[in-house]
């Protein structure tokens, strides 16, 4: 039987039961101990505004989303759906980009609001001079490297070398460049991700943005 949301415990026990969470899972999500949450949902622990705001700030809601809970109809986990979706990389179906510091080549452009977009990237830029700021996205990315070796300048870390074979996978908010190390050019595969429902046009439009680029057509 559903408790009732009338108290902080309450409100996070509907939200948990409506997601279908474990204790577990959610202070995962919201990052609080998993002995802390449990004694909030039982109504022997409050949370300060700060961590109040934490957990919904991690969970994507709003204070008011939250704290209305009780109001909405109670629902089961939604089912997942199944899509049947498909993307070849032939010759035809890439939309290539040329900018000073990188040569682009969008993957599987015939589909549309991916969650994940590829991208084939020769890096020619070789220092930061060179590269100028680094950039920031919404998102995450993987990068693996495939030809040559290139050096990672992240905001927050100090600066590594990948080799061919070896990759990074980070968090695109953060500034973050990419330059070869120690050779011509190099070729990475990149993959972003994000909730954004066309990543790709969002990513494209930043290149354009940042380094004006001459576009070409897809499968140029």
């Not at 049947?84 to 040569?103: C, E, H, K, M, V």
């Not at 996978?169 to 330059?179: E, F, P, Q, W």
């Amino acid at each position: 039987m559903e408790r009732s949301g009338a108290t902080l415990g309450g409100l996070i026990h509907l939200l948990r039961r409506r997601n279908g969470w474990t204790l577990r899972e959610m202070s995962a999500k919201v990052g609080i101990p998993l002995s802390t949450l449990a004694k909030v949902e039982a109504d022997k622990l409050s949370l300060t505004y700060d961590k109040l705001q934490q957990l919904t700030v991690r969970l994507s809601m709003t204070m008011t989303e939250f704290l209305g809970q009780a109001d909405a109809p109670s629902r089961e986990p939604a089912s997942p759906v199944v899509t049947a979706r498909r993307s070849l990389t032939t010759d035809d179906n890439s939309i290539r980009i040329t900018t000073p510091n990188y040569d682009y080549e969008y993957l599987c452009a015939d589909l549309r609001e991916k969650r994940m977009v590829p991208i084939l990237t020769r890096i020619r830029a070789h220092n930061l001079a060179e590269f100028g700021e680094p950039v920031q996205h919404r998102g995450e990315e993987f990068i693996y490297v495939l030809e040559g070796s290139i050096e990672v300048h992240l905001q927050f870390y100090t600066t590594v070398t990948l080799k061919a074979g070896q990759g990074i996978y980070i968090d695109s908010t953060m500034g973050h460049a990419y330059v070869a190390k120690d050779c011509e050019s190099a070729l990475v595969l990149g993959v972003c991700s994000g909730e954004e429902p066309d990543l790709d046009r969002e990513l494209i439009s930043l290149v354009e943005d940042l380094e004006t680029p001459e576009q070409g057509q897809p499968g140029s």
